[in-house]
């Protein structure tokens, strides 16, 4: 209570306080020897202030909230014992003390002895009104019960005001808050104090166990507070967390909606509660858009669930992006959490879509850079066979060029063109069972033949290597690699290329000692025109399309192709593709 405004905290405590006064006063007059048995009222209060040790608090809001205690079983077995002053002062010196235990401020120490204390003179009122509660009768029983029955009331009413004044609730809440269990518990703790007392008024040596039997008996009734309390912060939590919480029973039925579940899909608990999960993904048109994102594959053991992708349509039709993640309850059912990424997913689309806008107008100036290369070949060479008279040598070694560069050129757009097909999903390979040894065999030689100052060294085991596959392809694959290995050696040495048959799928490698790849620009070796940028490869020629190209055609025949390299060390670039069935 120590967030409460000084205006409405002060006055409410001293309007306490002075009625728990005027109550000990109303006790005083109608006991004959408060004092009778001190060492009684002694005992009771320490076991009051002991009990503190173990009290169990419930937070209503913010550093609000009430701590249970089991004191209506000391008030019963007390009034069964001694004179209803000393009762009083009982309680008043055992809250008093358990309140310094628990380093509570002076305020708060004085509003709930206040309390107490009150709500103790007003149920020895009533004992005595109904005939007293120190006889040995059925009546003096039931005239306890009765004046316990009042204790709760006042308690209740006092508690209910200080926290609605506070702001911690209405008084209705405070009031009428979980009766069921309040009053159970309040029937436990009056009938252990029932037992207790008319145990001790026959023998009062019994009263040291009874005390400690009720000790021992009040913890194991306070699991139910202890309960409540990890529940409420549980839904705290729940309802204070930005994403969406939804527990579902056994029958896959939602039982909980939060707060933040309506916030993301705009519906209320009130339209969901009760329903199917399936009625519910109609209600928000839930589309599962894709699998977990394969970067974070590696994140979940083998059959753990992965989260879901959903779009889905909020109540006020704004497409929404949501992971849900899922997983059982101890008691059964499940709970999903649905977190809200609908703002990254813009913020990935806005930045594909200018990665996309730079890769466009870079597309079109490279294109435009290749083309012109080979055109202005062309066109030179011709205009000066056309303006001016050479002898038969010239004009040969003209045309001859001219031929070159037309082929490069037809070369150039047969790139761009497969590369627009994979674009589209019209990127297609002929199959048929080949022996990939020979393809490597053949392009081995042909690279042999154009590179002679290195040294290509073949590793293959002598078997045939069976892939299904378009061997046109296929020589382009092996082609491209063997060129790149050559093309970025410029100063000769040994090219490696090696075939095997690893796992159920055949792998070629092609591996060289010459320049190697910057690790900075690793990630963009297969983007199409990109081109490594250091002073070596300044000299060398290319379209940068070679690689692109290549990846196509291996992730069209269903395999996979990588690398290894070091700058200043060489590179090794190898693909898969599945190994054909035995026939």
Same mark, same amino acid.
């Not at 550093?63 to 009083?88: C, D």
């Not at 709500?119 to 009768?137: I, P």
């Given at each position: 209570?120590?967030?409460?405004?000084?205006?409405?905290?002060?006055?409410?405590?001293?309007?306490?306080?002075?009625?728990?006064?005027?109550?000990?006063?109303?006790?005083?007059?109608?006991?004959?020897?408060?004092?009778?048995?001190?060492? *009684?009222?002694?005992?009771?209060? /320490?076991?009051?202030?002991?009990?503190?040790?173990?009290?169990?608090?419930?937070?209503?809001?913010?550093?609000?909230?009430?701590?249970?205690?089991?004191?209506?079983?000391?008030?019963?077995?007390?009034?069964?014992?001694?004179?209803?002053?000393?009762?009083?002062?009982?309680?008043? +010196?055992?809250?008093?003390?358990?309140?310094?235990?628990?380093?509570?401020?002076?305020?708060?120490?004085?509003?709930?002895?206040?309390?107490?204390?009150?709500?103790?003179?007003?149920? *020895?009122?009533?004992?005595?009104?109904?005939?007293?509660?120190?006889?040995?009768?059925?009546?003096?029983?039931?005239?306890?019960?009765?004046?316990?029955?009042?204790?709760?009331?006042?308690?209740?009413?006092?508690?209910?005001?200080?926290?609605?004044?506070?702001? +911690?609730?209405?008084?209705?809440?405070?009031?009428?808050?979980?009766?069921?269990?309040?009053?159970?518990?309040?029937?436990?703790?009056?009938?252990?104090?029932?037992?207790?007392?008319?145990?001790?008024?026959?023998?009062?040596?019994?009263?040291?166990?009874?005390?400690?039997?009720?000790?021992?008996?009040?913890?194991?009734?306070?699991?139910?507070?202890?309960?409540?309390?990890?529940?409420?912060?549980?839904?705290?939590?729940?309802?204070?967390?930005?994403?969406?919480?939804?527990?579902?029973?056994?029958?896959?039925?939602?039982?909980?909606?939060?707060?933040?579940?309506?916030?993301?899909?705009?519906?209320?608990?009130?339209?969901?509660?009760?329903?199917?999960?399936?009625?519910?993904?109609?209600?928000?048109?839930?589309?599962?858009?894709?699998? /977990?994102?394969?970067?974070?594959?590696?994140?979940?053991?083998?059959?753990?669930?992965?989260?879901?992708?959903?779009?889905?349509?909020?109540?006020?039709?704004?497409?929404?992006?949501?992971?849900?993640?899922?997983?059982?309850?101890?008691?059964?059912?499940?709970?999903?959490?649905?977190?809200?990424?609908?703002?990254?997913?813009?913020?990935?689309?806005?930045?594909?879509?200018?990665?996309?806008?730079?890769?466009?107008?870079?597309?079109?100036?490279?294109?435009?850079?290749?083309?012109?290369?080979?055109?202005?070949?062309?066109?030179?060479?011709?205009?000066?066979?056309?303006?001016?008279?050479?002898?038969?040598?010239?004009?040969?070694?003209?045309?001859?060029?001219?031929?070159?560069?037309?082929?490069?050129?037809?070369?150039?757009?047969?790139?761009?063109?497969?590369?627009?097909?994979?674009?589209?999903?019209?990127?297609?390979?002929?199959?048929?069972?080949?022996?990939?040894?020979?393809?490597?065999?053949?392009?081995?030689?042909?690279?042999?033949?154009?590179?002679?100052?290195?040294?290509?060294?073949?590793?293959?085991?002598?078997?045939?290597?069976?892939?299904?596959?378009?061997?046109?392809?296929?020589?382009?694959?092996?082609?491209?690699?063997?060129?790149?290995?050559?093309?970025?050696?410029?100063?000769?040495?040994?090219?490696?290329?090696?075939?095997?048959?690893?796992?159920?799928?055949?792998?070629?490698?092609?591996?060289?000692?010459?320049?190697?790849?910057?690790?900075?620009?690793?990630?963009?070796?297969?983007?199409?025109?990109?081109?490594?940028?250091?002073?070596?490869?300044?000299?060398?020629?290319?379209?940068?399309?070679? *690689?692109?190209?290549?990846?196509?055609?291996?992730?069209?025949?269903?395999?996979?192709?990588?690398?290894?390299?070091?700058?200043?060390?060489?590179?090794?670039?190898?693909?898969?593709?599945?190994?054909?069935? /035995?026939?």
């Amino acid at each position: 209570m120590s967030a409460m405004p000084s205006r409405y905290l002060r006055p409410y405590v001293a309007a306490v306080s002075l009625l728990a006064l005027a109550g000990l006063s109303a006790l005083a007059t109608i006991s004959d020897d408060p004092l009778d048995r001190a060492w *009684l009222i002694a005992a009771f209060a /320490a076991v009051i202030a002991a009990e503190h040790l173990f009290e169990t608090r419930i937070v209503w809001k913010g550093a609000e909230g009430e701590s249970t205690f089991h004191e209506e079983s000391f008030l019963v077995a007390m009034a069964l014992l001694a004179p209803p002053l000393a009762v009083g002062l009982a309680f008043a +010196a055992g809250f008093l003390a358990g309140g310094l235990i628990s380093r509570r401020g002076p305020l708060k120490i004085l509003f709930n002895a206040s309390t107490m204390v009150l709500g103790a003179a007003v149920a *020895l009122l009533v004992m005595e009104a109904l005939g007293g509660a120190r006889a040995d009768t059925p009546r003096a029983a039931l005239a306890v019960v009765a004046g316990a029955a009042a204790y709760v009331v006042v308690n209740r009413i006092a508690v209910s005001g200080v926290l609605a004044l506070a702001g +911690a609730g209405s008084f209705r809440r405070g009031l009428f808050d979980d009766p069921g269990a309040r009053a159970l518990v309040a029937a436990g703790d009056v009938s252990l104090g029932l037992l207790a007392g008319l145990a001790a008024q026959v023998h009062l040596w019994t009263l040291p166990f009874a005390l400690a039997a009720l000790l021992a008996l009040h913890f194991t009734l306070s699991g139910d507070v202890r309960a409540r309390a990890q529940q409420q912060r549980l839904a705290e939590l729940v309802a204070s967390t930005s994403d969406g919480i939804v527990s579902l029973d056994r029958n896959e039925r939602v039982t909980s909606w939060n707060p933040a579940s309506k916030e993301i899909t705009g519906y209320a608990a009130s339209r969901v509660l009760g329903a199917p999960l399936a009625e519910v993904y109609a209600l928000l048109h839930a589309e599962e858009a894709e699998a /977990a994102d394969e970067r974070e594959a590696d994140l979940y053991e083998e059959g753990e669930r992965r989260p879901q992708v959903l779009r889905i349509r909020a109540e006020d039709g704004a497409t929404r992006w949501l992971t849900v993640s899922r997983a059982p309850l101890p008691e059964g059912g499940d709970v999903l959490v649905l977190r809200d990424d609908t703002t990254r997913r813009q913020i990935d689309e806005l930045r594909a879509q200018e990665e996309r806008e730079l890769l466009r107008s870079g597309l079109v100036a490279n294109v435009s850079h290749e083309l012109r290369t080979p055109l202005t070949s062309i066109l030179g060479f011709t205009q000066t066979l056309l303006r001016h008279e050479t002898d038969d040598e010239t004009r040969r070694r003209y045309l001859s060029i001219v031929e070159q560069e037309g082929e490069r050129l037809r070369h150039l757009i047969d790139v761009l063109l497969d590369l627009r097909s994979g674009e589209e999903g019209r990127f297609t390979v002929a199959r048929e069972r080949l022996d990939l040894a020979d393809v490597v065999d053949e392009e081995v030689e042909l690279a042999a033949a154009q590179a002679p100052a290195h040294a290509l060294r073949k590793e293959l085991d002598g078997r045939p290597l069976w892939v299904d596959g378009d061997a046109r392809r296929l020589r382009q694959v092996v082609s491209n690699l063997l060129s790149n290995a050559v093309k970025y050696s410029p100063g000769g040495g040994d090219v490696t290329i090696a075939a095997a048959r690893v796992d159920g799928r055949v792998r070629v490698s092609v591996t060289d000692s010459g320049l190697g790849i910057p690790a900075a620009q690793q990630q963009q070796i297969f983007t199409r025109f990109f081109r490594v940028e250091t002073p070596e490869r300044r000299e060398i020629g290319g379209s940068g399309l070679g *690689l692109a190209l290549t990846r196509e055609i291996v992730e069209a025949h269903g395999g996979r192709i990588g690398f290894e390299s070091a700058e200043g060390r060489g590179s090794t670039f190898f693909f898969e593709l599945p190994e054909a069935a /035995a026939t």
